[in-house]
C-alpha cells in the first residue's frame, strides 16, 4: 500500500483525484494522510467525498475514512467495470473534477462504452467549467486516442448547484503520446451568458469584455446568451489555437459587478498571450500530464506557465507510475513538460 501525504506540494483535492485514477488503474491501494491539508477547508468536501465513492463503485473498491471532513483516507481498488452510471454531489461541488477522477479508468479498463449522468457544479469557482472541458480539454485526450462526448442538460452555479452533464465514453485500448509546439495566430470568439437574471447583465458582460480584447488588437465576437436554472453568469473567451482551441471563462457573483467579469475572463486570456507562443495554458498543463504519463511513446508540450498543481500532479503520478517526466521551468513562468 502506498503511504501518500496529502499536505505535499499544492496540498489540494487534485492529489485525492490523481492517486484515486491510478489506484484504479494500476491496482494499487493506497493510503491518504492530510487529506486537502492546503486549503481553507481540509478533509473531504462533497465533490471530493462524491470522487471516493464514485471511484470505488465504478472499481468495485474498499475504502476506509470516507466522510464528510475526513483528512484520512484508505482505498483499495477492486475491477473497474464499464456502465451506466449516474452521481449526485447534492451540492454545487465541480461536476468536471469528479469526471477527471473517471474518465481514465472506464476509458482505460472499460470493454464497453459508459455513460455518466454527474449532478452539481458546471460553472464554479477553482475548477474547470463544462465550456473549457468541452471546448480544450475534451480535445487534448482526443489527440492523444480517448475519445468522449460531453452533453449539458443544464447549467448548475454556486451556490444552487443542481446543474447536470452527461459524458459519454469510448473504451481506449492505448493512449499514445503528442508533441506540441507554438500555436500559432489566433482569433477570438465566444459568448456571455446569464441564467435566471436580466439579459442586460449578459450585455454588460460582452460590451466590456470586446472593449478590453480589441485594446489588446484580438477582434472578438461573442454571443449574448440566456439560459434556464441558475441565477449565475459567465464569460467564455475562446482562441482559435491549433491544433486545440483554448477558452477562459469567469464567473458573477453576488455583488460582483459585470464589468468585473469580463475583466476576468479577459485578464486571463491577456496573461496567456503575453507568456510567449506556448499552446497549453496554466489550466491544461496539469490536466493532461496525466493521460499523456499512460501513453505510448514520449510527449512533450510547451505551458504558459508552470504551475504548483502541475508539479503536485506530476509528483503523484511518479509514486505510481514508473515514467520520466520531466518539468523545466520555475513556478510562475512559462515551460516545458517531457514525458519519456
Not at 475526513?70 to 449516474?86: H, T, W
Not at 468522449?148 to 473504451?171: C, T
Not at 496539469?286 to 504519463?293: E, H, K, S
Request: aromatic residues 6%; glycine residues 12%; positive net charge.
Amino acid at each position: 500500500m502506498l503511504e501518500l501525504d496529502g499536505s505535499f506540494g499544492e496540498g489540494g483535492g487534485q492529489i485525492l483525484r490523481t492517486s484515486l485514477t491510478l489506484s484504479l488503474l494500476t491496482g494499487r491501494a493506497f493510503h491518504l494522510r492530510n487529506v486537502r491539508a492546503g486549503r481553507a477547508k481540509p478533509g473531504l468536501q462533497p465533490q471530493h467525498l462524491m470522487s471516493v465513492r464514485a471511484a470505488a463503485t465504478i472499481g468495485q473498491a474498499e475504502m476506509r475514512g470516507a466522510s464528510l471532513g475526513s483528512c484520512d483516507l484508505v482505498f483499495e481498488p477492486g475491477i473497474v467495470r464499464a456502465g451506466k452510471y449516474r452521481f449526485d454531489i447534492g451540492t454545487a461541488g465541480a461536476i468536471g473534477l469528479v469526471l477527471h477522477t473517471l474518465y481514465l479508468p472506464l476509458a482505460l479498463r472499460g470493454q464497453t462504452p459508459s455513460e455518466l449522468t454527474l449532478i452539481g457544479g458546471t460553472h464554479v469557482s477553482t475548477s474547470p467549467c463544462f465550456h473549457f472541458l468541452d471546448t480544450t480539454w475534451r480535445r487534448y485526450l482526443e489527440l492523444a486516442g480517448l475519445r468522449l462526448s460531453l452533453r449539458m442538460n443544464r447549467p448548475g452555479f454556486y451556490p444552487r448547484g443542481g446543474g447536470m452533464v452527461e459524458a459519454f465514453i469510448q473504451p481506449c485500448t492505448k493512449l499514445h503520446g503528442i508533441h506540441l509546439g507554438a500555436r500559432g495566430s489566433i482569433k477570438a470568439s465566444g459568448f456571455s451568458a446569464v441564467a435566471g437574471l436580466d439579459v442586460g447583465i449578459a450585455r454588460r458582460q460582452a460590451r466590456r469584455a470586446l472593449f478590453r480584447l480589441q485594446k489588446h488588437g484580438l477582434k472578438a465576437h461573442l454571443r449574448e446568451e440566456t439560459w434556464e436554472g441558475g441565477p449565475g453568469t459567465v464569460v467564455a473567451v475562446e482562441l482559435d489555437t491549433t491544433p486545440v482551441p483554448t477558452l477562459f471563462f469567469a464567473l458573477g457573483a453576488r455583488g460582483k459587478p459585470a464589468e468585473r467579469v469580463a475583466d476576468e475572463a479577459v485578464d486571463q486570456v491577456i496573461a496567456y498571450l503575453d507568456a510567449g507562443d506556448a499552446l497549453v495554458d496554466v489550466h491544461s498543463a496539469d490536466q493532461i500530464v496525466l493521460p499523456l504519463a499512460l501513453a505510448e511513446g514520449t510527449s512533450e508540450y510547451r505551458v504558459a506557465e508552470v504551475t504548483r498543481h502541475l508539479t503536485t500532479n506530476i509528483d503523484i503520478i511518479r509514486r505510481f507510475l514508473e515514467r520520466d517526466i520531466v518539468c523545466e521551468g520555475a513556478e510562475g513562468e512559462p515551460g516545458v513538460v517531457r514525458i519519456n
